[in-house]
């Protein structure tokens, strides 16, 4: 039986960050080929990790085990990669503060292809998505077909737009 859970994202952890944004599949898709120095890591995640409201940071853990990362954030703080202003789709049906974007990786390729990053997610969305929120959107670059897959298979449409071409493609769920 797998056991997922959440811990919020210390400056201890940051370590574990970096290593992890080391790692090929990370710095190709979540780091968009960055590379992340700790000097960088600790710069765009500490100030979450000290104001956890705006946009709370989460490691991953199976059964005790750090694998992954996942975040949340409401749209009215930060909008989703691909979407500048309210006069986007997205908006045409839910308020912003009723919208949160969500981002998600499994960093140990031990965990990766079984199942426990569906588990995350889904662990995830009923501990701190559901009742808090009305929709939960992701934006992965459209070439990170395994990303758009995943997703899709977890319920999430791609919200088509008449706004001029990204290269995220952006996914909602109703969560409500």
Request: charged letters at 20%.
């Amino acid at each position: 039986m797998k056991s997922i859970n959440f811990k919020l994202l210390t400056e201890n952890d940051l370590p574990v960050l970096h290593n992890w944004f080391q790692k090929p599949h990370i710095k190709q898709w979540y780091a968009r080929d960055e590379n992340y120095t700790l000097g960088m890591i600790k710069e765009k995640y500490l100030p979450r990790i000290f104001n956890p409201e705006s946009i709370p940071n989460f490691i991953v853990y199976a059964d005790n085990t750090p694998i992954g990362y996942i975040q949340l954030y409401c749209v009215n703080d930060s909008f989703p990669d691909g979407v500048t202003d309210y006069n986007h789709p997205l908006f045409d049906n839910f308020k912003p503060n009723e919208i949160a974007g969500v981002d998600l990786f499994i960093a140990d390729e031990n965990y990766l292809k079984k199942g426990y990053a569906t588990l995350a997610l889904t662990n995830f969305i009923k501990e701190y998505v559901r009742g808090k929120f009305i929709l939960l959107v992701t934006d992965p670059l459209k070439i990170n077909k395994n990303a758009i897959q995943f997703f899709e298979r977890n319920g999430f449409k791609k919200l088509l737009s008449d706004q001029p071409p990204s290269i995220n493609e952006l996914l909602v769920l109703h969560v409500a």
